[in-house]
C-alpha cells in the first residue's frame, strides 16, 4: 500500500496541537455561551423571588377580591385586576379577527402587488411604533373624533390598534410554515382557496395562530401608555365580586397604571401592596402564557407530516 | 373525428412568467387513454407544460398565456368553463408524494366533499369509494386496517400511490404526472409505471420525466422539450432509436450538456 504519511498506524490519532487548541477554543465557547444563558435566567429569578419575598405579607384571596382602601393605601386589586381583564378582553376581541383574517388574506389570496407590499410595510413600521404614540393617537381618533370619551372602549382600541401589527406578523409566520405542497394538492383537486384554507391551512397553523394572538395578552397587560389617557383612571370603586361590574362605556382602573400610582404618587402605602399588585400582574400574565404553552402541545399533537 | 384520439390539443400556446417567457409557440396533440412521456432538461417549461392543462398555473401568480388550450375537445379558457370543475377531470400527481395531513381515509374522499353538498355522502357510499379506489392502485390490502391512519406516515411508495388514487373518485379524464417517481426507490418505480401501465386506457396520461429509461419503458409516445419549445413528438421508439432533430438526439443519446 503505497502510504502517504510517515506516522506510524499507533500515533495516527493523537491529537496534535492544532487539536488540542481547537478543542480549547471549542470549550471556552460553550461555557461562555452557558454563562450568557445563565445571565439571561437569573434576573428574572431575582425579580420574582424578590417580589414574592416582599408581597407575601398582603398576598391572599382577599387582597384580589376587594377593592383598594383609604386612598390606596391598603386594601386589595379588585377594581385594577377586573378593569386590566376588560381592556385585554375587549382589545383582542377586536385584534385577534381583524389580525388573523388580514394576515389569511395577506397571504392565500393576494398577489404580490403594490397593495401588499403598502400593506405589508404599513404592517412593520406600525410594529414600530412606540406605545405612547399609539396613546395619542387612540385619544384623537376614539376619544375625541369617535366620541367615545374616556371608556374601556375607547382603551381597549388603543390596545388593538397597538397589537394588531404584531398579530398580523405572527398569524403570518404560522401560515407560511404550512408546507406549500397541502395547497398544490387542494388546488389540483379543484378545491377553493377557501376550502383549501379551512380544511388544511387552518387546522394546521391554528395552534402557531393562537400563540401568537395569547402572547398580546401580555403585551396588553402590561402597557400603561396608551390607556392612561383613553380610558383608565386613577381610582374607581366597583362592585366587589361582580364580574359585570364594568361597562364598556365605563372608565375603568388598571393594574399597571395602579401599580404606577401606589408606587408614585401616593404616600404611606402599606408597604408589600406595590410588590402584590406587581406580582399579581406578572404572574397572570405567566399563567395566560403558560395556557398558551399547553394549548400550543395539545394542538401540535393532532399535527403531524 | 380528431377529439377522440387526442385529450388534449394545444395551439400555438406560449405563456410568461412576469416577463420571462417559458413556453413558446408550444403545439401538441397528446393521444386519449395513452401514456405520452414530456422530457427535456430542467427548466425547459414541462412542469409549466403540464400546469396549463387544468390551469392551476394561474395559482401561482404573475402568469401570462396566449394560444389555445383544448381539454377533451373543449377550449379551456372559454368564459364557460369552470377552473373547479376542469381540476376535477385533469388531476395531477406531483414529484414528492403530497398526500394532505389526514387520515387515508379522508384524503380518498377530500375531491369528493370539496364537490358535493355537506353531508351528501353516506357512510356506506364513502366506505364503498374508498376500497374501489384504494383498490384501483393496488393498496387496499395494504392499507385496509390503516384507513384511519395518517396518510403522511405511509411509507412514500404508499404515499404517491394514495395521491393517484386521492384522483380517482373525481372520474378523471386525464391524470398529469410531474416526476412521480422521483422521490422512490426503484422498487415504488416499478410498482407506480406498473399501476399506470394498468390505468392507461381508463385515463390519459401525460408524464414528466428526467428518468428516459423510464420515459422508453412507460410512454407509447414522447414529447421532447427545450428551452420552452417542442423540439420534437414521435412515437417513442422512433424518437429514441431514429431522432429526427439533432438536438433531441443529442439529449436521448446523453449527449446534452
Not at chain 1, 119 to 124: E, I, P, Q, W
Not at chain 1, 145 to 152: K, M, T
Amino acid at each position: 500500500m503505497d502510504s502517504n504519511t510517515d506516522i506510524s498506524p499507533e500515533l495516527m490519532f493523537t491529537e496534535t496541537d492544532i487539536g488540542r487548541r481547537n478543542r480549547f477554543v471549542e470549550n471556552v465557547f460553550k461555557i461562555f455561551f452557558f454563562i450568557m444563558t445563565c445571565l439571561m435566567i437569573l434576573p428574572l429569578l431575582l425579580i420574582i423571588g424578590y417580589l414574592f419575598y416582599k408581597a407575601l405579607p398582603v398576598l391572599s384571596l382577599d387582597f384580589l377580591f376587594t377593592n383598594p382602601k383609604d386612598n390606596m393605601r391598603a386594601g386589595g386589586l379588585w377594581a385594577p385586576f377586573l378593569g386590566t381583564i376588560y381592556l385585554v378582553v375587549v382589545s383582542l376581541l377586536v385584534a385577534a379577527p381583524i389580525g388573523v383574517f388580514s394576515a389569511v388574506y395577506l397571504n392565500e389570496y393576494a398577489r404580490e402587488n403594490w397593495f401588499t407590499r403598502i400593506v405589508n410595510l404599513a404592517v412593520v413600521n406600525l410594529a414600530g411604533v412606540p406605545s405612547i404614540v399609539h396613546a395619542l393617537f387612540g385619544v384623537g381618533a376614539f376619544v375625541l373624533f369617535a366620541g367615545l370619551g374616556e371608556s374601556i372602549l375607547a382603551a381597549s382600541l388603543t390596545l388593538a390598534i397597538m397589537t394588531l401589527p404584531v398579530i398580523i406578523a405572527s398569524t403570518t409566520e404560522a401560515l407560511k410554515a404550512v408546507p406549500m405542497s397541502f395547497r398544490e394538492a387542494c388546488w389540483n383537486l379543484g378545491a377553493t382557496r377557501w376550502q383549501t384554507i379551512r380544511r388544511i391551512v387552518l387546522p394546521n397553523s391554528i395552534s402557531g395562530i393562537l400563540t401568537g394572538v395569547i402572547l398580546q395578552v401580555s403585551r396588553a397587560a402590561g402597557e400603561t401608555a396608551p390607556i392612561m389617557f383613553t380610558g383608565a383612571v386613577f381610582y374607581k370603586a366597583i362592585a366587589e365580586g361582580n364580574v359585570f361590574a364594568y361597562n364598556i362605556t365605563d372608565q375603568c382602573m388598571a393594574l399597571s397604571l395602579h401599580l404606577y400610582t401606589i408606587s408614585t404618587q401616593v404616600p404611606d402605602v402599606t408597604e408589600g401592596i406595590p410588590y402584590g399588585t406587581a406580582i399579581v400582574l406578572v404572574g397572570s400574565v405567566l399563567l395566560v402564557n403558560a395556557a398558551a404553552i399547553v394549548l400550543r402541545v395539545y394542538l401540535r399533537t393532532r399535527k403531524r407530516w | 373525428m380528431e377529439t377522440n384520439n387526442h385529450s388534449i390539443e394545444t395551439k400555438n400556446l406560449s405563456l410568461w412568467y412576469g416577463d420571462f417567457q417559458a413556453l413558446m409557440d408550444v403545439s401538441v396533440n397528446i393521444p386519449s387513454g395513452k401514456i405520452t412521456a414530456l422530457i427535456g432538461p430542467s427548466g425547459c417549461g414541462k412542469t409549466t407544460l403540464l400546469r396549463c392543462f387544468n390551469r392551476v398555473n394561474e395559482r401561482y401568480g404573475n402568469v401570462t398565456t396566449k394560444g389555445e388550450i383544448k381539454i377533451l375537445g373543449k377550449n379551456i379558457y372559454d368564459p364557460d368553463v369552470s377552473l373547479l370543475e376542469l381540476r376535477k377531470t385533469v388531476g395531477m400527481v406531483f414529484q414528492r408524494p403530497n398526500p394532505l395531513p389526514i387520515s387515508v381515509y379522508e384524503n380518498i374522499l377530500f375531491g369528493l366533499r370539496i364537490h358535493s353538498p355537506f353531508g351528501s355522502l353516506t357512510r356506506n357510499q364513502a366506505d364503498e369509494i374508498v376500497e374501489e379506489a384504494l383498490t384501483s392502485v393496488f393498496l387496499w390490502d395494504d392499507l385496509k386496517d390503516k384507513l384511519k391512519a395518517r396518510a403522511t406516515s405511509l411509507q412514500l411508495e404508499q404515499q404517491q400511490k394514495l395521491c393517484i388514487a386521492r384522483l380517482l373518485p373525481l372520474k378523471p379524464q386525464i391524470i398529469l404526472m410531474d416526476e412521480p417517481c422521483s422521490a422512490l426507490d426503484a422498487k415504488g418505480t416499478l410498482a407506480v409505471e406498473e399501476l399506470m401501465g394498468i390505468l392507461a386506457g381508463k385515463y390519459t396520461f401525460l408524464i414528466v420525466t428526467h428518468n428516459m429509461a423510464q420515459a422508453r419503458r412507460v410512454s407509447t409516445e414522447c414529447i421532447y422539450m427545450f428551452l420552452g419549445e417542442l423540439i420534437e413528438h414521435r412515437e417513442t421508439q422512433a424518437l429514441f432509436e431514429t431522432p429526427e432533430h439533432p438536438k433531441t438526439a443529442d439529449y436521448v443519446q446523453m449527449r446534452y450538456g
